[in-house]
Nanobody, 121 residues
Framework: QVQLVESGGGLVQPGGSLRLSCAAS????????MGWYRQAPGKQRELVAT???????DYADSVKGRFTISRDNAVNAVYLQMNSLKPEDTAVYHC???????????????WGQGTQVTISS
């Protein structure tokens, strides 16, 4: 089994910054893509940013230039640096990882429980 644990959420004023972290643990052979998604009240979960094993990144248009995703393969972690935060960034942020459990086996999608990010003055 694989567990993803997020940390770093909180309450920040508009224009502020936060850094989210997510650590994956368990029976992991390799991690392919990792990413961050968010879900605001009454809205569907949406992609924020993803990063591949080759460090290729992709961002939602709404966060380009403000958020930066990175990963540390040595510790199976992914990070999200969020700058110039806006009230519309308020949401629960979930970590995602596409994990291979054994050599030559399918990859599975795993999710963390989420961390609350609130942007308010």
């Amino acid at each position: 089994q694989v567990q993803l644990v997020e940390s770093g959420g909180g309450l920040v004023q508009p224009g502020g910054s936060l850094r989210l972290s997510c650590a994956a643990s368990g029976s992991i052979f390799s991690i392919n893509a990792m990413g961050w998604y968010r879900q605001a009240p009454g809205k569907q979960r949406e992609l924020v940013a993803t990063i591949t094993g080759a460090d290729s990144t992709d961002y939602a248009d709404s966060v380009k230039g403000r958020f930066t995703i990175s990963r540390d393969n040595a510790v199976n972690a992914v990070y999200l640096q969020m700058n110039s935060l806006k009230p519309e960034d308020t949401a629960v942020y979930h970590c995602n990882a596409v994990v291979t459990l054994r050599p030559v086996s399918p990859a599975y999608n795993y999710w963390g429980q989420g961390t609350q990010v609130t942007i308010s003055s």
